[in-house]
């Protein structure tokens, strides 16, 4: 469900309309049910990962702030890293070094090896997710915000739609209160929002979109097709 299909746009007004009608407790829970379509559109498989990032750091973060003793609130926050990490280590990375280590033998001792990969379809979104639900439990660790109480409130801080698969990362401290708290809808929120969705599709479609042609077409062509000012242009474009 790309941002700029008809699709999304029919998703995004049903969910704007059910917003509306909506009081603050029944707006996050609504739009915790939009972001999970919203994500299992793509692959309703991965899901699974996001609950388990949400549950291990929700859980987490509160242990860390129940913690007298610091040595425990750290292992707690280790864990947290682990566990987070390794899932994007072997989602996102082992195939990626597992070939590059095969490589490497070939290249030093000239001694060809058949890689083990995984083939695993990459999830998307899993760097932005992962580190913003890291971050949070780190902030809880440093004492510079305070542990969700609801489950809800911090499922939605980690998958809301928005910005779940595109970013940006976001801090807890920045939008874990905008979800606990309740908002109060002003049109010059509304008015900022809308600008910011049209420049943000225009540069999207009619800017990168553009460019891209420029772009492919420059690096798929052979060396004595094009030269370094050519090059330069790809890249900075």
Known sequence: ?????????????????????????????????????????????????????????????????????????????????????????????????????????????????????????????????????????????RGRTRPATRLTDFALYVAFFPQLVAGPIERSHRLLPQIVNPRATRQDHFARGLYLVISGLFAKIVIADNMAFICNGIFAASDDQVGGVDRLVGIYA
């Not at 750091?57 to 610091?70: L, W």
């Open 1 to 141: 469900m790309a941002f700029n299909s008809y699709l999304f746009w029919i998703f995004f007004a049903a969910v704007m309309a059910l917003y509306r009608l909506l009081p603050h407790r029944g707006q996050n829970r609504m739009l915790l049910i939009a972001s999970y379509v919203f994500y299992g559109a793509w692959d309703a498989r991965f899901l699974l990962l996001i609950l388990i990032s949400t549950l291990v750091d929700f859980h987490v973060a509160r242990r860390v702030a129940a913690s007298r003793d610091r040595a425990v609130a750290k292992r707690w926050c280790i864990l947290s890293i682990t566990i987070n990490l390794g899932i994007l280590g072997v989602f996102k990375y082992f195939d990626f070094f597992t070939s590059s280590f095969s490589s490497l033998l070939d290249f030093l001792f000239s001694y060809e090896t058949d890689p083990i990969t995984l083939n695993i379809i990459l999830p998307v979104g899993i760097s932005f997710y992962t580190f913003q639900t890291l971050s949070y439990t780190i902030d809880v660790y």
